[in-house]
């Protein structure tokens, strides 16, 4: 099933759920503040698997012209989109960076709040 993008109406917090495509409209709430949540950039209905290295393919995203796997990978990553059929060692191992990526983004968060608050 495809990953969709979305985005808080209140906190602006960004998150990815999966769905069906005839469900994609109905979002989940706000895993932040469980308020309502918009769609925003779609995942990319096609899969990179079988893309050479030098193809050009057009980003669903935003329309860019991308060269080759590593770009397109790059390109996800800037989107903060997963791509939607990997292989599961590949899907696992993206999980894994962007769950280090939260824990990081979180302990600074803290230790931001706690050089704030001159602790
Ligand atoms: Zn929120």
Known sequence: ??????????????????????????????????????RTLDAPMVTAMGLSDHAAIKSSIDGSMLYGRSDYYKHLQKHDVLPESEMKGEAAH????????????????ISDTIAKLGA
């Open 94 to 109: 993206q999980k894994k960076q962007i769950a280090k990526k939260d824990k990081e983004q979180r302990k600074k968060t």
């Open 1 to 38: 099933m495809p990953i969709y993008s979305i985005k808080c109406t209140e906190c602006d917090e960004h998150d990815t759920f999966v769905s069906k495509i005839a469900e994609r409209d109905t979002t989940p709430a706000c895993h932040h503040c469980n308020h309502p949540t918009v």
